[in-house]
């Protein structure tokens, strides 16, 4: 069944019994030492941390974005018992931010180069001493503001307002660009797996803290039939606390043990192999042994938008768009703000049905951000009242002044 409904902004379209996820599954996941997750989260810290600052000094959050920033890998030397930097990691911040308001110097450098440290201090401790940034942060407004002697446009003035006053958003709140959002729940029980094993070996917990050879640049590809889960993982050691070809050994085996214990309490009634760093020759001591943990340290890099999607997975067999959501302006950038409310709308959903659900929200540049151009809700459940998803949808789009908040007060964890 499909049904559509004409909306202040455009349509919105219901599409009940026509979409059910399929058997198999692909789903990658990287974890919180890959270059591709730094630069995602750092970007993020970045807007929150420059958003706090205009909030608290102006009572609003400036036009700013970081969602371009890049991580050039460094040089290390690694050897067993020890290892060392060669050579920096490069920090590029790219983007745009307001440097002033009402002639109030805003310190944008000073804030970067303070969280950029704070950063990698907390999680490469390692490299926080041989860091190079890159200020590539702009304010020059957007294409559109035509001078004819009429008066200085609007849009002019974006990136250096006279006061809050300036900030068209105060009033209304317009998308930025014409993108979408996709959301979809729920995950399956191998999704959900995926999630967990990686948060375990890459996150500060008893495992990692027990075990502090486990570096953080975890990635797993996995494969699931509904049956059998096959799994490529990568997992780093941190050199000085591996003394011998013969350790780092042992210490895999401890990570597979690991692996298949949490395969049997997570996917019980499956079957479950691991394949672990399969680059690995141990005979010529060619090994995933880093001395930072992550291989930022050593010519790998990372960009925003190439790692994890907004629900924390990459999973190519389900619905997903291509934006970086992390550095985006949180008050109107609709790549990050509808990939977040899809994901919570369909949540909402699944909820109400009992059955799979995705949404996606597409905008137009300069429409009300709360009324999306077209919205596609596609439901598993062919028995929907159709009123109750309209409702849901309404609630989710009067909700993103919160949502602003939220993110600006660190209350949303994307990827």
């Not at 930022?296 to 619905?319: F, Q």
């Amino acid at each position: 069944m499909r049904r559509t409904f004409l909306t202040s902004g455009g349509h919105l379209v219901i599409e009940a019994g026509t979409v059910r996820p399929g058997p198999t599954t692909i789903v990658e996941r990287k974890g919180l030492g890959h270059p591709d997750t730094l630069a995602d989260h750092l970007a993020e810290r970045l807007s929150r941390a420059y958003s706090r600052y205009t909030v608290r000094h102006f009572g609003a959050v400036l036009h700013h974005n970081f969602d371009k920033l890049a991580l050039l890998g460094g040089g290390s030397e690694v050897r067993y018992g020890g290892g060392t930097m060669t050579a920096p990691v490069r920090v590029l911040v790219n983007g745009r931010a307001a440097p002033t308001c009402g002639g109030e110097r805003i310190p944008v450098a000073e804030i970067v180069q303070a969280e950029v440290r704070a950063f990698f201090a907390e999680r490469l401790p390692e490299v926080s001493d041989h860091l190079d940034i890159a200020y590539n942060i702009t304010s020059n407004s957007s294409p559109g503001a035509v001078l004819t002697g009429d008066g200085v446009p609007d849009r002019t003035r974006w990136f250096s307002p006279r006061s809050v006053d300036d900030l068209r958003e105060r009033r209304v709140r317009l998308s930025n660009d014409t993108s979408l959002g996709t959301g979809w729940a729920p995950e399956n029980p191998f999704e959900s797996f995926v999630r967990e094993l990686v948060n375990h070996f890459s996150g500060e917990n008893d495992f990692t803290r027990a075990h502090r050879w486990c570096g953080s640049d975890v990635k797993l590809m996995g494969y699931w039939d509904g049956a059998q889960a096959d799994v490529v993982l990568c997992v780093p050691q941190k050199s000085r606390h591996v003394a011998s070809r013969a350790e780092y050994i042992r210490n895999a085996e401890t990570v597979l043990a690991e692996c298949y214990r949490m395969a049997a309490l997570r996917l019980p009634d499956a079957g479950a192999s691991f394949r672990l760093n399969a680059r690995d020759v141990p005979e010529k001591d060619e090994l995933y042994l880093t001395y930072t943990g992550s291989s930022i340290e050593s010519g790998d890099e990372g960009v925003v938008g190439r790692g994890n999607r907004v629900n924390g997975l990459i999973t190519p067999l389900r619905p997903m768009n291509l934006e970086g959501a992390n550095g985006k302006n949180p008050v109107y950038h609709v790549g990050k703000l509808y990939n977040i409310a899809a994901q919570r709308l369909a949540r909402r959903l699944y909820e109400a049905t009992g059955e799979y659900a995705e949404v996606h929200l597409v905008s137009t540049t300069g429409q009300r951000l709360d009324e999306p151009w077209r919205i596609l809700v596609r439901l598993a459940s062919p028995a929907v009242e159709m009123d109750k998803i309209q409702a849901l949808v309404a609630e989710a789009m009067s909700e993103f002044p919160a949502l602003t908040d939220e993110l600006v007060s660190d209350g949303v964890v994307l990827s």
